[in-house]
């Protein structure tokens, strides 16, 4: 896949933090791994609720210089402060330095386009239209397809919860462009067995005994999916058994 790797390398130092951090899977393996290291311009980590890779991508934004609710480089706003520090025992390696980029989390996505409309930035920058007057996956691709103006690192929390399978499949082409087209690297938190079908993407699964590297029909939300949609009866009759 062509496309540029930005971000090189996390590495976990000097880690002594006694919070709930320590007993996060993905804290704990990268504890004995040390670092991790981004080798596609397109990477992708899955994992059960409460594994932690939405708290890692949350660290790695922050070290990157993002806000923690989202936003760009300069968005400095704080609805809530509930980040966790864990962005200050990362330290990044890079290869180059990005001209663009945004982190998006689908949780705290209203407050972004609230301080869109608060700062009075220009909208044809975001669409020409208030993030406020669209649908939820509709904000989001307009965003991408607008803001995002490549040579870019991009860092997604879960874009699935606002869009249709159909509109997946539309991010996913918006993704191709900025890799291939613009030079630009994507580092994306997902449940959805649907993108990361992505060709030539990196997937890492975060479990309770590693961050491994492997394949998306070996993925537990793939399998499970594909389990589920085959002999939806059969599931349903075992998941309701008395």
């Keep these: 896949m062509s496309g540029t790797v930005y971000l ?25 791994m040390g670092e991790l ?21 949350e660290a790695i934004a922050i070290s990157a210089g993002f806000n923690a609710e989202g936003g760009s480089r300069n968005f400095s706003f704080a609805t809530k402060s509930t980040e966790s520090n864990l962005h200050s025992y990362l330290t990044l390696s890079r290869r180059g330095r990005e001209k663009d980029g945004f982190f998006y989390r689908a949780e705290s996505f209203y407050n972004v386009a609230s301080q869109v409309e ?11 239209k ?44 918006e993704i191709k462009r900025l890799v291939e087209e613009e030079h630009s690297q994507f580092l994306i938190a997902t449940h ?19 961050i491994q590297k492997t394949t998306y029909d070996k993925t537990e939300s793939y399998r ?7 002999d939806p009866k059969h599931m349903l009759d075992a998941l309701f058994e008395d």
């Design 192 to 210: 959805s067995p649907i993108m990361i079908t992505y060709p030539g993407a990196d997937i890492f699964e975060v479990t309770s005994d590693a």
């Design 130 to 173: 208030s993030l406020h007057d669209q649908s939820h996956g509709e904000s989001l691709l307009a965003l991408v397809q607008n803001r995002f103006r490549g040579n870019g690192l991009y860092i997604l929390d879960e874009p699935e919860a606002a869009l249709s399978p159909l509109r997946q499949m539309t991010l996913m082409l």
């Design 37 to 57: 290291t981004f080798e596609s311009p397109v990477t992708f980590f899955v994992g059960e609720n409460g594994s932690g890779k939405s708290t890692l991508l």
């Design 8 to 32: 090189h390398k996390v590495m976990l130092k000097h880690f002594d933090d006694i919070s709930y951090l320590a007993d996060l899977p993905v804290v704990q393996n990268l504890q004995r």
């Design 118 to 128: 608060d700062l009075a930035l220009n909208l044809n920058g975001y669409g020409g």
């Design 224 to 230: 499970i999916t594909k389990r589920f949609l085959e």
